[in-house]
């Protein structure tokens, strides 16, 4: 069975740090690009950060450039959120997503997420 675990959340001073990760297993990880999206209280869901499936350079939102870094160990299946700097309005729900178009056999998959609190 496919899917995509978070870890990593937790409750951080501002300028603080995080690294989140996001382990996959039951589909082809390196096919897949990866992304980190997050659901702060009473908002949207946003997109935070993207990697592809290979090569290619990640993206970012306007709002985490600078600050946030996302990177990929296809050997590990991992992909990873390195967070710094971190603001009290970082404060979310962040969920990981792998996606292939379906038009090349691929999916769409979701974490059930990891909380970040950014708080004093």
């Known amino acids: 069975q496919a899917q995509v675990v978070e870890s990593g959340g937790g409750l951080v001073q501002p300028g603080g740090s995080l690294r989140l990760s996001c382990a996959a297993s039951?589909?082809?990880?390196?096919?897949?690009?990866m992304n980190w999206y997050r659901r702060a209280a009473g908002k949207e869901r946003e997109f935070v950060a993207g990697?592809?499936?290979?090569?290619?350079?990640?993206n970012y939102a306007n709002s985490v450039k600078g600050r946030f870094t996302i990177s990929r160990d296809n050997a590990k299946a991992t992909v990873y959120l390195q967070m710094n700097s971190l603001k009290p309005e970082d404060t979310a729900i962040y969920y990981c997503?792998?996606?292939?178009?379906?038009?090349?056999?691929?999916?769409?998959?979701w974490g059930q997420g990891t909380q970040v609190t950014v708080s004093s």
């Open positions: 039951g589909f082809t990880f390196s096919s897949y690009a």
């Open positions: 997503n792998a996606y292939r178009p379906r038009l090349f056999g691929g999916s769409d998959y």
């Open positions: 990697i592809p499936s290979s090569g290619g350079s990640p």
